[in-house]
């Protein structure tokens, strides 16, 4: 099985559903990413937590790529949006030591 990556969750001001996407994703290593108008109440939120996520603000969606990418340690990176249900992302399907993009869709039946 391959490494594990880092999922980058999506911080807004709706509490509850910040809160439910930090709760499903605890076993995974989590990048809180958030625009800085967002930013104290996305920390306060993650602050709840035992182990809080990092918290990385943007100024802009310009500066987007350069600021999160610092600050992840991983080689594979998921994203969740706000309100999006979390469903483990699939890193065994990545082949090793190449670039490359896979859609994340939720579990349907």
Do not use: Y
């Not at 605890?26 to 104290?40: D, K």
């Not at 035992?50 to 603000?57: D, F, H, L, Q, Y």
């Amino acid at each position: 099985m391959t490494q594990n990556g880092t999922i980058l969750i999506e911080g807004t001001d709706d509490v509850a559903d910040l809160h439910r996407r930090l709760e499903e994703t605890s076993a995974s290593e989590v990048l809180l990413v958030c625009m800085a108008h967002h930013r104290e109440f996305v920390e306060s939120v993650a602050k709840s937590f035992p182990k809080p996520p990092k918290v990385v603000a943007l100024a802009s969606v310009d500066d987007h790529v350069a600021r999160v990418l610092q600050d992840v340690n991983t080689e594979r990176v998921a994203f969740l949006p706000e309100r999006a249900s979390f469903v483990k992302p699939a890193w065994d399907k990545l082949p090793d030591g190449v670039p490359s993009l896979m859609p994340w869709l939720p579990e349907a039946q």
